[in-house]
């Protein structure tokens, strides 16, 4: 491996995060932060971007607290933010079962399901703020399950082994981000918030080296506008539609992130992406996203295939019990279905890989409900997960309740993100990050139920004191939009738009997405060597070429163009995929997402390097890429063999 396609830049030092007891650096930070005082707030103007649970409630809480919030998506409305596709439930440390969980056992199982390749500091907090969530959304009318007595109902999630994740139904990211939405409406029917759908964050502002505003495209006429703030908050999500096929919307991308980052924001951990088990498997070429079902379904359903190569074509029901392989309850008795997504995804592969997978093409495994049905009666297993079975059947034609579910792995959220400080500050004074655009809290591996967490938990209860603490250092100068850099940010836009309606080639835009995801599941997928890795960064560079001289964009930018939208974001996606490789390619370790052929057990578990790769990888923009590491140090959770047998 040579390291050509990096350079090595200035350690990571300062991630303002207080020391000393871990217990009490939340508290001790919020009072040690700065105030504005309420007279105050309202001569202040914080742009946010994207609708979803973390920037929803980000918005809806800096409003109610008296600050002016412009809130932008490209939705035609913030109901439609992909959080509303979240369906299994939201951890809590609410220790409802009296079951033995905690704070820190939520912290500990957070640190340890991420391969301890995530900071303390962010993750406690994050276990600690959890047990306000839920009150905050009850009082919201959030309709979670309950128990016959009237108490919040909890299950289980992959990763843990207790019962602290709280759901309704299989919708339980619709029914929060709804909360969130109606405490939005209220802030914008009291003026405190202007809310603009159907506009695209295209560029990010930079004035005296501060975050000032953004550039957006109005994506019904095209016009192109300027909007200028104290303070710039991203929320725009994951990017995980790099791969093309994805559990992600198709709207989903990486613009908003990768603009910022071209601009001066560190880009930390792109390498970190989550193939999640319990996908419904690619049905054809024709496809352009695929259909997640919630890891709940893992409570109650057996995963299995058979145990002989020569079964996997009859039917399910024709296979005998002694005839199946259970092989996560095999493989892993201590937590059996239920372990962590990477672990149970890397399962599925090896045996699919071995010749044993049913379905088209050999790439599916069965996820069985014969026996919770049997136990608990079929009303049930309904009550607990009928909508989830309903999709399914509409989506495959097949019934749940009489044959086993067929699931594949997918690529589905994505860990890494904007480097983000202890504040939810990027490396650009004045942009703050929060919700899966960041990379604060989940390492190597999210635990399911825990994007909802974090979302929740930046937006309602980190972001509103660390921004008060940058705002309260102010008043900052207002801009004119005659301003030169403001003027130089629209003039980029402009140029870009431009030269994608001009180059007038003869290759889809769709049909580059498809090559480049392609590449990446190849080779930056759910295995990855350095052979294959370096394989991938020339042929995303060849690929990157023929884009800029190839695509074909028809259409004008004074319209709605969702040609010209997609080529911007595949554009980006193109950037973003070389270094998410060149991430993968340094990173000579396996860790939770990240699984390096070269780096494995005797028995094929995910072998780390604590000696040589204990840090976060953040890299700076540039042709050839900069990496500055941020040392992960452990006091409270010492890294260990990352066992769940």
Same mark, same amino acid.
């Given at each position: 491996?040579?390291?050509?396609?990096?350079?090595?830049?200035? =350690?990571?030092?300062?991630?303002?995060?207080?020391?000393?007891?871990?217990?009490?650096?939340?508290?001790?930070?919020?009072?040690?932060?700065?105030? +504005?005082?309420?007279?105050?707030?309202?001569?202040?103007?914080?742009?946010?971007?994207?609708?979803?649970?973390?920037?929803?409630?980000?918005?809806?809480?800096?409003?109610?607290?008296?600050?002016?919030?412009? %809130?932008?998506?490209? $939705?035609?409305?913030?109901?439609?933010?992909?959080?509303?596709?979240?369906?299994?439930?939201?951890?809590?440390?609410?220790?409802?079962?009296?079951?033995?969980?905690?704070?820190?056992?939520? #912290?500990?199982?957070?640190?340890?399901?991420?391969?301890?390749?995530?900071?303390?500091?962010?993750?406690?907090?994050?276990?600690?703020?959890?047990?306000?969530?839920?009150?905050?959304?009850?009082?919201?009318?959030?309709?979670?399950?309950?128990?016959?007595?009237?108490?919040?109902?909890?299950? %289980? #999630?992959?990763?843990?082994? +207790?019962?602290?994740? #709280?759901?309704?139904?299989? $919708?339980?990211?619709?029914?929060?981000?709804?909360?969130?939405?109606?405490?939005?409406?209220?802030?914008?029917?009291?003026?405190?918030?202007?809310?603009?759908? !159907?506009?695209?964050?295209?560029?990010?502002?930079?004035?005296?080296?501060?975050?000032?505003?953004?550039?957006?495209?109005?994506?019904?006429?095209?016009?192109?506008?300027?909007?200028?703030?104290?303070?710039?908050?991203?929320?725009?999500?994951?990017?995980?539609?790099?791969?093309?096929?994805?559990?992600?919307?198709?709207?989903?991308?990486?613009?908003?992130?990768?603009?910022?980052?071209?601009?001066?924001?560190?880009?930390?951990?792109?390498?970190?992406?989550?193939?999640?088990?319990?996908?419904?498997?690619?049905?054809?070429?024709?496809?352009?996203?695929?259909?997640?079902?919630?890891?709940?379904? !893992?409570?109650?359903?057996?995963?299995?295939?058979?145990?002989?190569?020569?079964?996997?074509?009859?039917?399910?029901?024709?296979?005998?019990?002694?005839?199946?392989?259970?092989?996560?309850?095999?493989?892993?008795?201590?937590?059996?279905?239920?372990? =962590?997504?990477?672990?149970?995804?890397?399962?599925?592969?090896?045996?699919?890989?071995?010749?044993?997978?049913?379905?088209?093409?050999?790439?599916?495994?069965?996820?069985? #409900?014969?026996?919770?049905?049997?136990?608990?009666?079929?009303?049930?297993?309904?009550?607990?997960?009928?909508?989830?079975?309903?999709?399914? $059947?509409?989506?495959?034609?097949?019934? /749940?309740?009489?044959?086993?579910?067929?699931?594949?792995?997918?690529?589905?959220?994505?860990?890494?993100?904007?480097?983000?400080?202890?504040?939810?500050?990027?490396?650009?004074?004045?942009?703050?990050?929060?919700?899966?655009?960041?990379?604060?809290?989940?390492?190597?591996?999210?635990?399911?139920?825990?994007?909802?967490?974090?979302?929740?938990?930046?937006?309602?209860?980190?972001?509103?004191?660390?921004?008060?603490?940058?705002?309260?250092?102010? /008043?900052?100068?207002?801009?004119?939009?005659?301003?030169?850099?403001?003027?130089?940010?629209?003039?980029?836009?402009?140029?870009?738009?431009?030269?994608?309606? %001009?180059?007038?080639?003869?290759?889809?835009?769709?049909?580059?997405?498809?090559?480049?995801?392609?590449?990446?599941?190849?080779?930056?997928?759910?295995?990855?060597?350095?052979?294959?890795?370096?394989?991938?960064?020339?042929?995303?560079?060849?690929?990157?070429?023929?884009?800029?001289?190839?695509?074909?964009?028809?259409?004008?930018?004074?319209?709605?163009?969702?040609?010209?939208?997609?080529?911007?974001?595949?554009?980006?996606?193109?950037?973003?995929?070389?270094?998410?490789?060149?991430?993968?390619?340094?990173?000579?370790?396996?860790?939770?997402?990240?699984?390096?052929?070269?780096?494995?057990? =005797?028995?094929?578990?995910?072998?780390?390097?604590?000696?040589?790769?204990?840090?976060?990888?953040?890299?700076?923009?540039?042709?050839?890429?900069?990496?500055?590491?941020?040392?992960?140090?452990?006091?409270?959770?010492?890294?260990?063999? !990352?066992?769940?047998?």
């Amino acid at each position: 491996m040579t390291e050509s396609f990096w350079t090595e830049g200035d =350690p990571i030092a300062d991630t303002a995060a207080p020391d000393g007891p871990i217990e009490t650096r939340w508290e001790r930070r919020k009072f040690s932060a700065k105030l +504005v005082n309420p007279a105050n707030r309202r001569k202040l103007t914080v742009i946010v971007v994207g609708t979803g649970l973390a920037g929803g409630s980000a918005a809806a809480t800096l409003a109610e607290a008296g600050y002016k919030v412009r %809130s932008y998506c490209y $939705q035609d409305s913030p109901r439609r933010a992909h959080s509303i596709a979240a369906q299994g439930g939201i951890n809590a440390a609410k220790n409802y079962r009296n079951d033995g969980d905690s704070i820190h056992r939520l #912290f500990y199982d957070t640190v340890k399901g991420g391969d301890f390749r995530a900071r303390e500091s962010n993750v406690y907090r994050l276990a600690q703020v959890s047990v306000n969530i839920i009150d905050q959304c009850v009082a919201q009318g959030v309709p979670f399950a309950r128990e016959y007595g009237g108490l919040l109902d909890n299950r %289980s #999630f992959g990763g843990t082994q +207790v019962s602290r994740t #709280f759901y309704a139904r299989g $919708q339980t990211g619709q029914q929060l981000l709804l909360g969130a939405y109606q405490a939005m409406e209220r802030q914008i029917g009291l003026g405190n918030i202007e809310m603009f759908a !159907r506009h695209e964050m295209l560029e990010l502002v930079i004035v005296d080296g501060k975050a000032r505003g953004i550039v957006v495209r109005d994506m019904v006429t095209g016009e192109i506008t300027t909007d200028l703030a104290d303070a710039v908050v991203l929320a725009s999500g994951g990017y995980g539609n790099v791969f093309f096929l994805s559990t992600n919307a198709k709207g989903c991308n990486v613009t908003a992130s990768w603009r910022a980052h071209r601009k001066g924001a560190l880009f930390a951990n792109p390498c970190y992406t989550q193939i999640h088990p319990t996908c419904i498997p690619e049905s054809g070429s024709h496809q352009s996203k695929l259909t997640l079902m919630s890891e709940s379904l !893992r409570n109650d359903g057996r995963v299995w295939v058979p145990k002989r190569r020569e079964d996997c074509g009859k039917p399910a029901g024709d296979i005998a019990e002694a005839d199946r392989d259970y092989y996560l309850e095999r493989i892993y008795p201590s937590f059996g279905n239920l372990v =962590p997504r990477d672990i149970a995804s890397r399962a599925a592969k090896n045996v699919c890989d071995e010749g044993r997978g049913v379905g088209p093409g050999g790439l599916g495994v069965y996820l069985d #409900f014969a026996d919770a049905i049997a136990r608990l009666g079929r009303d049930a297993v309904e009550a607990k997960y009928g909508n989830l079975f309903e999709m399914y $059947q509409r989506i495959t034609g097949e019934d /749940p309740y009489e044959t086993p579910m067929r699931i594949y792995p997918a690529v589905h959220y994505t860990m890494g993100g904007l480097w983000v400080d202890y504040d939810l500050q990027s490396t650009i004074p004045g942009l703050f990050v929060v919700g899966e655009a960041n990379f604060s809290d989940h390492g190597a591996n999210r635990l399911g139920a825990s994007a909802l967490m974090q979302g929740l938990a930046d937006g309602y209860f980190v972001l509103p004191h660390t921004l008060a603490n940058y705002l309260a250092s102010g /008043p900052y100068e207002k801009i004119s939009p005659d301003h030169e850099e403001v003027v130089a940010a629209r003039t980029q836009v402009e140029e870009r738009i431009q030269k994608l309606l %001009s180059i007038n080639g003869d290759r889809t835009v769709d049909s580059f997405h498809r090559e480049l995801g392609h590449i990446m599941w190849e080779y930056c997928g759910m295995e990855r060597t350095e052979e294959g890795l370096t394989k991938a960064i020339g042929l995303i560079r060849g690929l990157r070429e023929e884009f800029w001289t190839r695509v074909k964009v028809p259409g004008t930018g004074e319209q709605l163009n969702q040609n010209l939208e997609k080529a911007g974001r595949v554009a980006d996606f193109l950037e973003l995929g070389e270094l998410m490789c060149i991430d993968a390619l340094h990173r000579a370790e396996s860790a939770g997402g990240h699984f390096r052929a070269e780096s494995q057990t =005797p028995d094929g578990e995910a072998m780390r390097h604590d000696d040589e790769f204990s840090y976060v990888a953040a890299w700076g923009y540039g042709e050839t890429p900069t990496l500055h590491k941020e040392q992960l140090d452990f006091e409270y959770v010492h890294p260990s063999t !990352r066992s769940y047998k």
